[in-house]
């Protein structure tokens, strides 16, 4: 349940995750975040309005729902995959297919291309990503690891999980 002090805790969070002081924020806001304003915010002195946590979560760039929700837990680390790098190579050549998903196919590609590369894996016909590995691709794609793995599955390119 999102709590007044959750919602501070997050503010106070992404501020310094970004490695800025409240006087960096007001600097950077040209002083439309007032440094004491946004400490009040912080620990929970001052109330917080809808319109200041969207001016909030536009300066830092995240969507206002990281500010006001309760971060989703996972139960247990992402699972990780073994890919059929054959059939990767297949999608490449697939140019109907390319069309229709085009940049999701890239990224993967990409992604998994650069993880050969990392591992100088060129003769193998599968890959096993890790789930920090499939964590990152998801975060790239925009999409939660459960939708990432029935892509891939869609595409025919999961093996097994793990």
Known sequence: ??????????????????????????RKSHRAIRAVVLGSYERGDR????????????????????????????????????LDLRQVK????????????????????????????????YNGEILSIRGTDITCLALALGKNVVDLIDTLKELRLVINTQ
Not at 9 to 22: C, D, H, N, P, Y
Not at 48 to 57: G, T
Not at 68 to 77: D, G, H, Q, V
């Open 90 to 121: 297949q999608l490449i050549h697939n140019q109907e297919l390319v069309s229709s998903h085009t940049y999701e196919i890239r990224t993967i590609c990409t992604f998994i291309s650069g993880l050969v590369q990392q591992r100088n894996d």
């Open 47 to 82: 109330a917080l309005s809808v319109k200041k946590a969207i001016s909030l979560a536009n300066f830092y760039g995240v969507p206002l729902s990281f500010l006001l929700e309760e971060p989703r837990k996972s139960a247990r680390e992402p699972l990780g995959v073994v």
């Open 1 to 26: 349940m999102t709590t007044n002090e959750s919602i501070c805790e997050r503010l106070r969070e992404i501020r310094t995750a970004r490695g800025f002081t409240l006087g960096d924020v007001e």
